[in-house]
């Protein structure tokens, strides 16, 4: 974007968002909206002004679906709109395809059109697809996998017939990212082995695409659940080809693997918080309903490196913190384990020496 064009048309078609300053990106999207965002990039194409058609293969592993529901929940441009625009083909998704996991003898009968194993084997063997994976994988018990089963095979198992032949795979959600609640320190945590598709926690030594020695880029669009903002725009980023994959992915993604873009390194919920006054003023709350900050309720704004308090949610009405309920960084690689117990303020006492202000 140029740094000195007033214009918002002008600003939006310039746009390059991946790669934007976040304060920039946020300032496009409130003067064009995400709709023309999305537009513009439809426009920009050289010749047919409509995308080649991309292809999605959704899996899920150890998850709640909150991810999906979230995505439902997009606005401006809703989910069926912007995937028109994109021309996104959802090929599969458990959730929002009305197939069977239906088996005889052990084996899946009937045909792709109504079974979806079969179809998630159609779809992988053909490869030419983004790979989006919602929920943790398991690798327990002993590295079978078989913790979580799906039909009649392994989440592991089926996320590495998925993976082989991916272009790109998009974590979504902090379970798939990096483990999430399925990592939860516990007494049985070693024994279920989940693992994130890249990463465990903050460890890149332990994601299931090391384990399955397979070698595919990755991005990580954590949170719990993550912003419709965040996929759709991640996804229109790659589809436009403004964002080369993988050449462009060390320059717009963190060490973590997330778009600096929605969670910048150097800027934390808690700097944009609404309640921030009552921060420098000492006044806290200490239960659900009130006004003041959410500091003794165990907010962890301070960890959390995310837009949520500029872009908000629910199109743009809200978010966690102005709504009442205090940051739990629900984005970070190491949730929830960072802000457990929750609700407690025992571990933010360290976060305001290191913060200060």
């Given at each position: ?30 003067s ?18 409509d ?9 899920q ?19 069926l ?19 069977q ?5 052990g ?64 974590a ?15 007494d049985?945590v ?25 070698d ?17 725009f991640?996804?229109?980023?790659i ?62 704004a ?29 984005v ?19 976060s ?6």
């Open positions: 974007m140029s740094e000195g064009n007033t214009n918002s048309d002008s600003s939006v078609n310039d746009l390059d968002f991946l790669r934007m300053d976040w304060h920039k990106f946020l300032k496009a999207r409130g064009g909206g995400s709709f023309k965002l999305l537009e513009n990039y439809k426009n920009d194409t050289q010749g047919d002004p995308f080649p058609v991309t292809h999605v293969l959704w899996i592993g150890a998850q709640c679906t909150g991810c999906s529901e979230s995505l439902l929940d997009a606005s401006n441009p809703g989910l709109k912007a995937f028109e625009i994109l021309n996104i083909d959802l090929e599969r998704h458990e959730a929002f395809l009305a197939h996991g239906l088996f005889v003898d084996e899946p009968a009937n045909t792709s059109e109504l079974n979806s194993e079969i179809l998630l084997d159609e779809i992988s063997e053909r490869g030419n697809y983004i790979l989006m994976v919602e929920g943790a994988i398991a690798n327990g018990p002993e590295g079978s996998g078989k913790y979580f089963m799906s039909g009649n095979r392994s989440s592991k198992d089926m996320f590495k017939k998925a993976a082989q032949n991916a272009d790109l795979i998009i979504v959600g902090t379970c798939a990212a990096y483990g999430g609640i399925n990592t939860a320190n516990s049985i070693d024994i279920l082995d989940y693992r994130g598709v890249a990463f465990t926690k903050k460890d890149p030594s332990k994601g299931m695409l090391k384990v399955l020695g397979i595919k880029p990755v991005i990580n669009i954590p949170g719990c659940p993550p912003h419709p903002d965040w996929i759709i991640t996804l229109s980023a589809i436009s080809g403004n964002v080369k994959i993988p050449d462009d992915l060390p320059e717009v993604l963190d060490e973590f693997g997330r778009p600096k873009v929605f969670f910048p390194p150097d800027h934390n919920v808690h700097k944009d918080c609404p309640r921030k006054e009552f921060f420098k003023n000492k006044e806290f709350d200490s239960c659900a309903g009130g006004e003041k900050c959410l500091l003794r309720m165990g907010c962890q301070f960890l959390a490196h995310a837009d949520c308090a500029l872009r908000k949610w629910n199109d743009g009405h809200s978010y966690c913190v102005q709504s009442g309920s205090p940051c739990i960084a629900c970070e690689p190491d949730f929830p384990d960072n802000a457990r117990p929750l609700y407690s303020s025992k571990k933010n006492k360290k305001i020496k290191k913060e200060g202000d």
